[in-house]
């Protein structure tokens, strides 16, 4: 029997206002519009988060609210009485890209604050915590992946090892949800102080690209290489070897931090209420007390490749699992 997953209760809709044409690179298209400026991107999407946020907060106080979307796969696998020896058939190809141990910490601490008003809420794993850069094919069977992985291993090391010459800041977290996740999620820099951790610069070519004859072109530094810039670049090179079928190409940077599995904590009309007042008290701590702070407890900014370049992985990966083809080298 076929499963109604989650997120297809989920409309993954451009919400920048960004038009995208069919068989252009899609990052190209905001780039475009916001003619490379790093603070119009930035601006882009802060549109974005804010407005579906907004629409979320809309459909969970809504006096026609009905329920939550429970994920039935993770559900499975997460209490496997329900189905005893169900496997998740979906086989992915992506690159994800590792947040650094100091954004871990960030994202573990803002997981306890929701766990206050959704003691149920499932949490993901603080080691299977990534961002997806770009995602290849999500629902395929193990053989189609395996096709997908032998076509694109020439290409790997080079996508791999990107970060390490271009250099993309992400800034400015805060809680994005719907009704089946949440999810912290990030700005493309645009000039404010650096306070993550020092790194060393990018070199003109990684090692590793350089071993395979592929040049990763000139090191970038500063903010006018955003992280829609790299998205850009991995769909491109990925693009030569095989066809990208992302489900979805929005200007988002987000961690997944949970997924409902149950009814339970959002079954009245006052835990909704107590849920999107405890995401809103944390987004104004977030803005309050870790945007751009220096020496505060935490740290909400990262540079994309700080500690491990961008990992190539498959396999049933929806939830953080699958295996690692190859981590690029980090700085």
């Known amino acids: ?18 038009d995208i044409k069919p068989g252009d690179n899609p990052y190209d298209a905001l780039i475009n519009a916001c003619s490379g400026s790093p603070a119009k991107i930035q601006s882009l999407y802060a549109t974005h988060r804010s407005t579906r946020n907004a629409q979320q907060r809309e459909k969970f106080l809504s006096l026609e609210f009905k329920e939550l979307n429970i994920d039935p796969i993770l559900l499975r696998l997460e209490k496997p009485d329900v189905e005893p020896g169900f496997q998740d058939p979906r086989h992915c190809l992506v690159f994800w890209a590792r947040p650094p141990s100091h954004v871990v910490e960030l994202a573990c601490h803002v997981q306890t604050l929701l766990q206050k008003a959704a003691p149920n809420l499932w949490l993901m794993p603080s080691h299977r915590m990534h961002l997806t850069t770009l995602e290849i094919a999500h629902s395929l069977t193990a053989q189609g992946i395996a096709d997908l992985v032998s076509s694109m291993r020439p290409e ?4 791999t090892g990107l970060t390490f010459t271009r250099r993309s800041r992400l800034v400015k977290p805060m809680i994005s949800y719907d009704l089946s996740a ?25 090692p590793i690209a350089a071993q395979s004859g592929q040049s990763n072109g000139e090191g970038t530094e500063g903010d006018n290489y955003t992280y ?3 998205r850009r670049d991995v769909f491109t090179m990925a693009s030569e070897s095989v066809p990208v079928g992302s489900r979805y190409v929005v200007p988002s940077a987000h ?3 949970g997924r409902y599995l149950t009814q339970a904590d959002h079954e009245t009309s006052e835990q909704r209420e107590k ?10 701590w977030l803005e309050d007390e870790v945007w751009e702070v220096k020496d505060g407890e935490f740290i909400g900014e990262w540079v994309v490749g700080q500690e491990r370049g961008l990992e190539a992985r498959c396999g049933t990966l929806w939830y953080g699992g699958g295996r690692t083809l190859l981590a690029g080298e980090g700085f």
């Open 156 to 159: 790997i090391p080079a996508l």
């Open 275 to 284: 849920w999107i007042r405890t995401i809103e008290e944390a987004n104004k």
């Open 255 to 257: 961690i997944t931090l």
């Open 228 to 230: 829609h810039h790299l």
């Open 182 to 206: 949440v999810a912290l999620s990030f700005l493309p820099a645009s000039g404010e102080e650096m306070v993550s951790p020092a790194a060393v610069p990018p070199l003109l070519e990684t």
């Open 1 to 18: 029997m076929a499963l109604n997953l989650a997120d297809a209760g989920n409309k993954f809709e451009d919400l920048s206002g960004i």
